[in-house]
Structures are given as C-alpha cells and as structure tokens.
Nanobody, 127 residues
Framework: EVQLVESGGGLVQAGGSLRLSCATS????????IGWFRQAPGKEREGVSY????????YYADSVKGRFTISSDNAKNTVYLQMNSLKPEDTAVYYC????????????????????WGQGTQVTVSS
C-alpha cells in the first residue's frame, strides 16, 4: 500500500521557520518525483516545489523561491520542505504527492497531476 504521511506543521509567527516532512512507503522511492502543494481556505491548490529523487533536481514556485528548500533523504524515503521567512500568506494545508518518471515534471506540477497524495498538514503563520 502506498502511503505519504506529512508532519511538521504548526503555528508560527511571521518570519519564523518550519520543516515539513513527507515519509513515504509502498513504492520505490527513487523512481518517483515528490512534490509539495498547498491549499488555503477559499483558494485553489497551489504547487510549491518538487524534487526528482533520482538526481536531486528541484523546482520552486516564484512565491516561495529563496525562502523554501526541498530536499530528500533517499535512505529514509523521506522528503523535507524547509520553510524560512514565513509569511501570513503561507498559511495553508500542505500536501506532499508523488508521481512516476513519465511526462513533463513541470507540467505535471502545474496541473497537480500526481499519482499519490498525503493527507496534509496545517501550517498557520500569524502576523
């Protein structure tokens, strides 16, 4: 059974940091691209970042570039999202998701066309 389990969310003041974790199981980790998405109340889901676990290639949405860092620990089948300089507009439920190595990573990210999804973790940034 494929599982993606997010953790690390919480309440933080603006300017603070959080590190989210996405622990995966049930598939061969380095044959999947792992992405982070978020959805704020009343807004559409937004892609945040993705990483190619095979070679470490990463991509960031403009809204988080320079503040967030995605990384993977292939030995632990886990992907992390280090979030620094958090802003109130970063408040959302954050989801990790996985897709196999087919198609364009970029367009699959834009469309949210991923095969497996976690349940999400709440991040709240107070002003």
């Amino acid at each position: 059974e494929v599982q993606l389990v997010e953790s690390g969310g919480g309440l933080v003041q603006a300017g603070g940091s959080l590190r989210l974790s996405c622990a995966t199981s049930g598939f061969t980790f380095d044959t999947y691209v792992i992405g982070w998405f978020r959805q704020a109340p009343g807004k559409e889901r937004e892609g945040v970042s993705y990483i190619s676990t095979r070679d470490g290639i990463t991509y960031y949405a403009d809204s988080v570039k320079g503040r967030f860092t995605i990384s993977s620990d292939n030995a632990k089948n886990t992907v992390y999202l280090q979030m620094n300089s958090l802003k109130p507009e970063d408040t959302a439920v954050y989801y990790c998701a996985a897709h196999d190595y087919s198609g364009s990573f970029y367009y699959r990210f834009l469309r949210g066309s991923y095969d497996y999804w976690g349940q999400g973790t709440q991040v709240t940034v107070s002003s």
